[in-house]
Structure formats: structure tokens, C-alpha cells
């Protein structure tokens, strides 16, 4: 199973971001995907993840009213919308898998993971 992150890149502090993971050759809507960070000297941090019913599970309030999770089953694809962009929200973002539902024990408990798509909000 391979999940690809892609959409990060420089932005400026303030700014929009749209992430997106994408799942050649197998089906997303089965699964969970969740959004995870890990910046440079930091411990992996759970963003959010949405289900394979579309309900949506947070896992800090780190990113709160910034962040919009959604999929797109027809481009087998997720997206995280970020907006307001801040100079802390710098790392790299993962997108994992699991099947139907999100974990509430966070990273371990996902399968799949991306490679990974580095975000930096920097002026």
C-alpha cells in the first residue's frame, strides 16, 4: 500500500497551504487517514484524521479552526486545508492509513504511511 503526500512547500506566515495524499492502486474510502507532523527536534504530532465515513477525529488543538480534513473518493484522495499559517506549523507532514476507523491511540496504530511533504511558514 502506498500513500503519497504531496502540496507542501514555503509559505509565509499568514498563509494557506492545501496538503494532499493520494492512494495509487488501492481503494481510500475503506480506510482512515490521518494527518501527522513531526518538526525538526520534536516528538510526531497527530493533526487530524477522517474516517472512512467521513466523520472527523481531532487530535490537538494545536491547529484548531486552522485546519479542514476532507476526501475526495472519486481522486481517491484527502486533503488538509490549512489557513493561517504559523511559523510553529514548520515540519514535515505525514499521511497515514488504517482500516475504517481512526485510532484514538494516535501514530502506532496506523498500517501505512506517506514520505512525507515538508511545510515551512517563514517570512
Known amino acids: 500500500v502506498q500513500l503519497v503526500e504531496s502540496g507542501g512547500g514555503l509559505v509565509q506566515p499568514g498563509g494557506s497551504l492545501r496538503l494532499s495524499c493520494a492512494a495509487p492502486g488501492f481503494i481510500l474510502s475503506y480506510y482512515a487517514i490521518g494527518w501527522f507532523r513531526q518538526a525538526p527536534g520534536k516528538e510526531r504530532e497527530g493533526i487530524s484524521c477522517?474516517?472512512?465515513?467521513?466523520?472527523?477525529?481531532s487530535y490537538t488543538d494545536s491547529v484548531k479552526g486552522r485546519i479542514t480534513i476532507s476526501r475526495d473518493n472519486a481522486k481517491n484522495t484527502v486533503y488538509l486545508q490549512m489557513n493561517s499559517l504559523k511559523p510553529e506549523d514548520t515540519a514535515v507532514y505525514y499521511c497515514?492509513?488504517?482500516?475504517?476507523?481512526?485510532?484514538?491511540?494516535?501514530?502506532?496504530?496506523?498500517?501505512?504511511w506517506g514520505q512525507g511533504t515538508q511545510v515551512t511558514v517563514s517570512s
Open positions: 477522517i474516517d472512512h465515513r467521513d466523520e472527523i477525529t
Open positions: 497515514a492509513a488504517r482500516l475504517y476507523y481512526c485510532s484514538r491511540y494516535g501514530a502506532d496504530d496506523y498500517d501505512y
